[in-house]
């Protein structure tokens, strides 16, 4: 609803108008995405100024000297908040994903000689120079952005060393400053183990050198660890995560994708922002997460991808209560840039309602990046990034399948793309 104005009204620089509906998914909205039909969006100074119907807006704010927008008919929706993506990496797992959906098995694939996993990705990083791995991310985050993504999270965990961990988080600062969508970058040095350390070794650089520097730099926001079967112990999970907290980096966790180790447990102990994957995350899991205020992060697309033998239970984390969002998981065997595509596979696959979906993809999001007091709803105050769809309903999100480019998306109150035929 319309930002209150004691006194004189606030004047609007820009107004969108013309929309079907417009979808505020705002935190109170009984209905989860703030439905208004026929709703006007008034911005200024980057900000939200009031969502509600034109009346409503026109007696809260002053709209004469505004820039219109016009939605033609279409929706608005918060821009999408994308809360776990591997964004930066060089090259391309194509051979090894072309050879898995034939089915050929892990083995046959390596005597093949084709390059495969975290450890494939990593000497492709490598080789790849930084001003290379910004040009890559830089052509995916246009596609994103096309999609109506206004915020993506980037992690590194292609380097498996020190100074490659942190040139990941260079790119990523450099992405910032380079277009127009928000970079949320996390350090992902515990993501595997490199093969030309020991185990031991690798931990203590992790612990004494990398997060250190990536917190005294101000390189990272989030510290994060694959914790999982064949990867990192809860206990080595712990004091990788226990080092970036006590550096000012708060947890996040990749847990329980492929076993059930204890990392979800571990992450309500630290209560970390978000739990990520969660495939064979219990009920009790679920409960501690919803308590300790952790998000659960589901990505919907991965478990395509891959074919996983155990989806995640998203539809029981609903039924339990716990906050939901949903991500890409964009990296090199996932390649997914649209978030709509998320939210159709995240409808039929996990059964959600569209509803569920798009509040997941948007507040949701935000919440599992720490930022849901800033994006992820068209509320008075928070920061005015929307996309436009050209559809008649935010339902036709979910429905129109493979449907997911953008008419229009303006990042912090400003126009930054637009595509009429969309």
């Known amino acids: 609803m319309p930002a209150e104005a004691p006194g004189a009204r606030a004047s609007a620089a820009l107004v969108v108008t013309g929309a079907a509906q417009v979808l505020t998914c705002a935190a109170d909205a009984p209905d989860l995405v703030g439905r208004i039909v026929n709703g ?11 969502a509600g119907t034109a009346a409503e807006v026109e007696t809260a704010v002053d709209t004469a000297s505004a820039t219109v927008v016009d939605a033609v008919g279409g929706i608005v929706v918060p821009g999408f908040v994308d809360c776990h993506t591997h964004l930066v990496f060089g090259g391309s797992r194509v051979a090894e994903y072309t050879a898995r959906v034939q089915g050929e098995s892990a083995a046959s694939i390596k005597a093949r000689g084709i390059p495969v996993g975290i450890a494939a990705t990593a000497r492709m990083l490598r080789s790849t120079s930084s001003e290379e791995l910004v040009e890559q991310a830089c052509e995916r985050l246009r596609h994103m952005l096309a999609c109506g993504t ?10 498996l060393s020190t100074g490659q961990e942190l040139r990941m988080l260079e790119v990523n600062a450099s992405l910032a400053r ?6 949320v970058s996390t350090l992902l040095g515990a993501h595997e183990f490199p093969q030309d350390r020991s185990r031991d070794d690798y931990l203590r650089d992790i612990v004494e050198e990398m997060i250190p520097e990536a917190a005294r730099r101000g390189l990272a926001e989030f510290n994060d660890v694959y914790c999982d079967d064949g990867y990192y112990t809860v206990k080595e999970s ?3 995560l226990e080092a970036g907290i006590r550096h000012g980096l708060r947890a996040k966790m990749h847990t329980d994708a492929y076993s059930h180790i204890g990392g979800t447990a571990l992450a309500a102990d630290l209560h970390a922002v978000s739990a990520d994957h969660l495939n064979y995350a219990d009920d009790e899991d679920l409960a501690r997460l919803r308590e300790a205020g952790v ?3 589901v990505m919907p697309a991965l478990d395509f991808a891959v074919a996983h033998v155990k989806p995640v239970p998203a539809r029981r984390m609903l039924d339990l209560g716990l906050e939901v969002a949903l991500a890409t998981d964009m990296c090199p065997g996932c390649w997914v840039e649209s978030m709509s595509f998320v939210i159709q596979l995240a409808c039929r696959q996990y059964g959600f309602s569209p509803a569920q979906a798009l509040r997941a993809a948007t507040l949701g999001g935000a919440r599992a990046l720490a930022k849901g007091d800033r994006v992820g709803s068209l509320e008075p105050g928070k920061q005015a990034d929307l996309a436009v769809f050209s559809v008649p309903s935010f339902e036709d999100l979910a429905y129109r399948l493979g449907r997911g480019r953008a008419r229009l998306v303006i990042k912090a109150g400003v126009v930054v793309h637009t595509d009429t035929g969309a």
């Not at 380079?178 to 970079?183: F, G, S, T």
Request: proline residues 3%.
């Open 40 to 50: 006007v969006v008034a911005i200024a100074g980057g900000r939200i100024l009031a």
């Open 150 to 159: 206004t915020t993506v999270e980037a992690k590194s965990g292609y380097g």
């Open 178 to 183: 380079l277009q127009p969508v928000a970079i």
């Open 238 to 240: 712990r004091r990788v």
């Open 295 to 297: 998000v659960g992060v």
